[in-house]
């Protein structure tokens, strides 16, 4: 089966590696030739990785670089393609565009599932022909170890395509839980809210950033902190996401200001070494 990753970030990188790890021949889209580099090395370095932890030995990384693939041309990318995976910044437009040219280069068999973390995916189909073939995906951060994707099935996705997207998952090693096409799904509508809450509780000055995560780490076991968690997924993505759901819901969900400020300020978590700690 082939596989069409568009998008060479965290979440594209991550998806690309575990599906070729995984025995697919795996393409990866971006948009220039300096965005697919940085994607294709930021895929290396999980293999490299890998090799170091000795989960994987020198044959099967050389199996898994020898399933990818990367290009700057979908019409290429995308020839005999099964399933692509949309993997692009969280905004509505981009992802909209990004799936109306997919639909007019995939074949008709070809599913497209998008890893938007919000985003309605009968909106996103309604810029395709094939709705019933459209459906969410939405992997989770680090890809490689993270055994959760919620399944969201837009209002024409088809039950075919539900089975095969779903069986497609677990033969990652990952588990599927299904979701409705409700802005946020299950895990961002309620997980966003809550790392909002807190960032509005520093900005209120009711306690420290420490205080805050230590509270959760230790007050309720997570494994780390929510501004720590923010920093991780990355603030602007946490913005984004807040925006998507404010749009849908209200000021509720309202971003804080502090999130705000630090993604204007280029403060953007760990992949720039500064976000509500530094790196």
Known sequence: ??????????????????????GYD??????????LEQGMRRIEEYVEKGLARGIIDKVKA???????????????ACQNVDIVVEAVFEDPRVKEEVFARLDQVSPQKAILASNTSSISITKLAS???????????????????????ELIKGKHTSEETVAAASRF???????????????????????MPFINEC????????????????AFVLGTNHPMGPLQLADFIGNDVVLSTLKVLEGEYGACFRP??????MVAQGRLGRKTKKGFYEY
């Open 1 to 22: 089966m082939k596989l069409v990753v568009v998008g060479a970030g965290t979440m594209g990188s991550g998806i690309a590696y575990s599906s070729a790890m995984a």
């Open 169 to 191: 998952v677990q033969t990652l090693g990952k588990t599927v839980v299904q979701s409705a096409d409700h802005t946020g799904f299950i895990v961002n509508r309620a997980l």
């Open 62 to 76: 050389a199996e898994t670089r020898s399933r990818l693939k990367g290009t700057i041309d979908y019409g290429e």
């Open 199 to 214: 960032a509005k509780l520093l900005d209120e000055s009711v306690a420290s950033r420490d205080d805050i995560d230590k």
């Open 256 to 261: 804080a200001k502090s999130l705000v400020s």
């Open 127 to 149: 810029s395709t022909k094939r709705p019933e073939k459209v459906l969410g995906l939405h992997f989770f951060n680090p890809v490689p170890t993270m055994k959760l994707v």
């Open 26 to 35: 795996v393409v990866v889209v971006e948009q220039d030739r300096k965005f």
